[in-house]
């Protein structure tokens, strides 16, 4: 419920989603190289969405609409390079090629970088939060709401089941790092409908059940989880790939962020399960995915909000510290993190300065945001 009847959406929360979409999904619109609309001979054309035009084709264009920022990151202003301050006078055509942030030891412009590196920075921090949520949730719902009296399997579903996770376990540290996330992910989904769909038609022969010690098992999973430190954790998943990319960078994030959700999930559904009309839909003999649908996550709403909010401003964080450190992301993508391993030069102030207060106020934005949105439940 909202407290209050207060609103959710505010014009200062509508500026800031309208902000980062725009860094998300339109930074060519904001920084590049290519036009963003010409005219030439009559005819009306947007190069921005083209791979091979470059803006020295349109010089005999009638019209040309260019991005604020003249520059893509990668592009290499020679006449410029070696750490250019953006107070310092500049070798440029036009007041237009400014470099207004200054430029790193290549040359490339930092406003630039800033902006292109705010949509890798804001993708990885979605994608990995949404991924943490789609491990962490399911299991702590699970364990929350059965723990250790409400399943029960018999021996063969036991072996089944054990048998079962060996065998994922196993093919998955092989095919982790040479396979697509997505046909891995879509080989995990399948194989976990028929693992059920099996353990649930061996369940209905006439043998012997036991109580299947379900939180206890998970529980001791999260502790042994939480027991592991984060650095070597992801030294040891930074060895599984072959190869640096933005997806293994979102698994890394998402493995070493599943835990924290599974837990504080937990004990809320705990709490929850422990309320009146819970008991009362227990008791009157409804479904347990019917109780967990309708009655457990519509509860977890709010918590699940402010969880993602979190999640995702430390998986930002996260990403800037692996690219700081030159691991993660491949080297023909930008990000925050880059550009402040730059600053290690000393007299290079302005590389720290505007990632960093960038990061800086990012992190303020969605810690901040997630404190307004908490007050709302």
């Known amino acids: 419920m909202i407290k209050g009847g207060r609103k959710i959406f505010s ?9 980062l979409i725009s860094l998300l ?39 040309c609409l260019f991005p604020p920022i003249r520059y893509s990151p990668f592009q290499i202003d020679v006449n410029n390079g070696n750490y250019v301050s953006p107070f310092a006078q500049q070798n440029i055509p036009s007041v237009c090629f400014r470099h207004w942030l200054g430029t790193d030891k290549l040359g490339r412009d930092v406003a630039a970088g800033i902006v292109h590196g705010a949509g890798i920075s804001l993708g990885i921090g ?27 399997w018999n021996v063969i579903q036991y072996f089944v089941f054990i048998v079962s996770v060996f065998f994922v376990l196993f ?17 995990c989904l399948i194989f976990m409908l028929i693992l059920y769909l099996l353990i649930r038609s061996i369940g ?5 059940k036991y109580n299947v010690p379900f939180d206890l098992f998970g529980f001791r ?18 060895s599984l790939f072959s190869k640096p990319s933005v997806y293994n960078v979102i698994i ?12 504080l999930i937990r004990a809320e559904t705990l709490t929850i399960k422990n309320h009146l009309f819970v008991q009362s839909a227990i008791t009157m003999g409804f479904s347990h995915v019917y109780i967990i649908v309708h009655h457990i996550f519509p509860m977890l709403k709010g918590s699940l909000i402010v969880i993602a909010m979190y999640i995702m401003a430390g998986a930002v964080l996260m990403e800037a510290t692996l690219s ?12 925050w993190g880059k550009l402040l391993a730059e600053s290690r030069n000393a007299r290079a102030w302005w590389m720290a300065v505007f990632p960093g207060g960038c990061l800086i106020m990012l992190l303020l934005f969605l810690h901040s945001k997630t404190k307004k949105i908490s007050g709302l439940y």
């Open 252 to 263: 890394i994030i998402a493995l070493l962020s599943w835990a924290d959700i599974a837990r």
């Open 25 to 63: 999904f339109f930074s060519d619109f904001i920084a590049g190289d290519k036009a963003i609309l010409c005219v030439c001979k009559g005819n009306m054309t947007m190069p921005v969405f083209s791979e091979n035009v470059r803006s020295q084709e349109t010089d005999n264009c009638s019209f």
């Open 126 to 152: 979605l994608f990995a939060t949404f991924l943490s949520l789609l491990l962490g949730v399911p299991l702590g719902i699970s364990l929350g709401y059965y723990q250790d009296n409400t399943i029960r």
């Open 171 to 187: 093919y998955i540290s092989f095919l982790i790092s040479s396979t697509s996330l997505v046909i891995l992910t879509f080989a």
């Open 221 to 238: 999973i999260l502790e042994w989880r939480k027991s592991i430190p984060a650095l070597f954790l992801l030294l040891a998943l930074l």
């Open 11 to 19: 014009l200062k929360r509508i500026i800031g989603v309208i902000t």
């Open 324 to 335: 700081f450190l030159g691991l993660g992301l491949p080297v023909e993508e930008v990000s």
């Open 204 to 208: 209905k022969w006439n043998m012997t």
